[in-house]
């Protein structure tokens, strides 16, 4: 695994029915959320797809981030089956 630089919390709104901002995901509990395995969401970090921050030794999201990222992917998802 390579090692992770600390990224910051984006401070892109999200809408609809998307968590509040503060509310923090552990990758296995991100993974959940987005239908995928918590390695997955690590690749997704690797990939600088999804911003994550540090709590202690602890990597965290943020839940509206990571409820954004799902919409932006279901929306790419339905135009390409469109």
């Given at each position: 695994?390579?090692?992770?630089?600390?990224?910051?919390?984006?401070?892109?709104?999200?809408?609809?029915?998307?968590?509040?901002?503060?509310?923090?995901?552990?990758?296995?509990?991100?993974?959940?959320?987005?239908?995928?395995?918590?390695?997955?969401?690590?690749?997704?970090?690797?990939a600088g797809e999804l911003d994550f921050h540090m709590v202690g030794s602890?990597?965290?999201?943020?839940?509206?981030?990571?409820?954004?990222y799902k919409a932006d992917r279901a929306s790419r998802e339905s135009l390409?089956?469109?």
């Amino acid at each position: 695994m390579s090692e992770f630089t600390q990224q910051p919390a984006s401070d892109s709104p999200s809408g609809g029915d998307a968590a509040p901002h503060g509310e923090d995901l552990t990758a296995a509990e991100a993974a959940r959320r987005l239908g995928v395995s918590s390695l997955h969401v690590i690749d997704l970090l690797e990939a600088g797809e999804l911003d994550f921050h540090m709590v202690g030794s602890d990597i965290c999201f943020d839940a509206a981030e990571v409820d954004s990222y799902k919409a932006d992917r279901a929306s790419r998802e339905s135009l390409v089956g469109a």
